[in-house]
């Protein structure tokens, strides 16, 4: 705990322009969200504006509208149903211990901040075609999901079910959805088969769990539209084989994992971003080169156990050492040729808690990181 004070639990940091090399800067309060993200599509730009942190939790805020006139008359008592968004009915913390009636029309169901403890038989017969299903903060267990309830939503494309008591994952039939959250439960396995065929998937959360990579074999096979799996805070000892080649977000942190494979990241062609710390990663665990590729824009790697400064690509923009083990500036693992062309776009480098001090740092380095805008050491 008191290296986590002494150097922060987040990796972001504003950026300052026109710094020199020489210019260190010394601080260890960061911030999440800085510019990132280039828009492969409408859809990237969405969960860009997530501004997701890496430390902190993932919820979106599903707080109802604030303009409560006047509520639909075959709205459940409970609840309110906006008359200017009839499809809507907002249920959440009102210290519900069940689910009430649903009326026919309903598309989006928020049941959020409750005492919900199970999901009876019957209770969606109204609404099959329900869209979103919001039931975060609840004590539901996997026990208490009635056959025929979740299951039986054909369209649903978002279910949100963080911060329950679930130890399996609910069935699932619906081909459209594109984000399931299960953030915060007690889950340890994700069965293989249980997302076959939702290619509109795009975001899977599954951070604060029980996981194992047993757990998780096979589970995301055939997701080809997938763009973020968040496995932080589990019980990994190694990455997830069968990610789908889309996957442009991987985020480990906080977990077991000792080594990545030789050749792992050459089979993700569009990641561009990597998560791995607070694991037991160690040089012998990290094959010459797997982080060298060049759709890669940040690695985190902080919190780890590692010697020295792994291979990257001239590519990457963010790179995160912190606290580890580093007593060398390996110049030609970030910049193998240095030229006027030929440089690296690293805009910050964060190598605080290691051995090494600014004197570490070559005479060379200003001439291969002259885009860094900060390097941080102790």
């Not at 590692?306 to 110049?331: R, T, W």
């Amino acid at each position: 705990m008191e290296v986590e004070k002494a150097y922060g639990n987040r990796s972001r940091f504003p950026f300052q322009s026109s710094l020199s090399l020489d210019y260190v800067i010394f601080h260890s309060v960061c911030h999440c969200c800085e510019t990132m993200f280039p828009l492969r599509s409408v859809l990237l730009a969405g969960l860009v504006g997530l501004c997701i942190c890496q430390y902190e939790g993932y919820d979106y805020d599903y707080q109802p509208q604030p303009q409560y006139l006047e509520s639909s008359p075959n709205c459940a008592q409970e609840c309110n149903c906006p008359i200017n968004f009839p499809t809507a009915m907002y249920c959440d913390s009102r210290n519900l211990k069940q689910i009430p009636f649903v009326p026919t029309g309903i598309l989006y169901l928020y049941l959020q901040n409750n005492l919900i403890e199970e999901i009876k038989a019957g209770v969606f017969d109204n609404v099959t075609d329900l869209r979103w299903l919001v039931l975060d903060h609840n004590n539901i267990t996997s026990e208490k999901i009635q056959a025929g309830t979740i299951d039986k939503l054909g369209k649903l494309e978002k279910l949100i079910f963080s911060h329950n008591k679930l130890t399996k994952p609910p069935k699932l039939s619906s081909k459209s959805l594109d984000e399931i959250k299960f953030i915060d439960n007690q889950l340890t396995t994700v069965p293989s088969g249980l997302l076959s065929g939702m290619e509109n998937l795009t975001t899977i959360y599954l951070s604060k769990n029980k996981l194992t990579t047993e757990g998780i074999t096979g589970a995301f096979k055939g997701l080809k539209s997938l763009m973020l799996l968040d496995l932080s805070e589990n019980k990994l000892k190694k990455l997830p084989a069968g990610v789908p080649a889309s996957l442009l977000m991987l985020y480990a942190d906080n977990n077991d994992i000792e080594s990545i494979p030789s050749g792992y990241l050459a089979k993700l062609p569009e990641l561009q971003y990597l998560r791995l710390s607070h694991n037991k990663l160690a040089d012998a665990g990290v094959p010459a080169g797997v982080f060298n590729i060049t759709s890669l824009l940040e690695l985190d790697l902080s919190f780890n156990k590692l010697q020295s400064i792994p291979e990257v690509n001239e590519a990457l923009e963010h790179l995160y050492l912190q606290v580890n083990q580093i007593n060398k500036f390996d110049l030609p693992n970030i910049c193998k040729v240095i030229s006027p062309v030929n440089y690296s776009r690293l805009k910050s480098l964060r190598l605080d808690g290691n051995n090494l001090t600014q004197s570490s740092v070559p005479d060379e380095a200003s001439n291969c990181l002259r885009q860094a805008s900060e390097i941080i050491f102790d």
